[in-house]
Nanobody, 114 residues
Framework: VQLQASGGGLVHTGGSLRLSCAAS????????MGWYRQAPGKQRELVAT???????NYAGSAKGRFTISRDNSENTVYLQMNSLKPEDTAVYYC?????????WGSGTLVTVSS
């Protein structure tokens, strides 16, 4: 099992990034998927989810700025992040929902400069 997140980088406040997660898990299309993040010194938190049927949900901090989507033909989950803020700085991970400890990958670092 491998969930490889990519697309992070350094952006200025107000900028955008699109994260991708290539998921090599069985029956991907039936899995609820999520993007999580962990900021320095803080607990990991769930940012956005997309169900197997495509319904989405967002943490309050992400609502209106982030968009999660999935491509079942490519076993990939995306996170479009707009209007980025310094408080969005974190390592971003994808995982199933609820998360599985053995599915955590290395994540991708997003740094938003003020």
């Amino acid at each position: 099992v491998q969930l490889q997140a990519s697309g992070g980088g350094l952006v200025h406040t107000g900028g955008s990034l699109r994260l991708s997660c290539a998921a090599s898990i069985n029956r991907f299309r039936f899995q609820h998927m999520g993007w999580y993040r962990q900021a320095p010194g803080k607990q990991r938190e769930l940012v956005a989810t997309v169900t197997a049927l495509g319904s989405t949900n967002y943490a309050g901090s992400a609502k209106g700025r982030f968009t999660i989507s999935r491509d079942n033909s490519e076993n990939t989950v995306y996170l479009q992040m707009n209007s980025l803020k310094p408080e969005d700085t974190a390592v971003y991970y994808c995982n199933v929902v609820p998360s599985r400890g053995d599915y955590w990958g290395s994540g991708t670092l997003v740094t938003v400069s003020s």
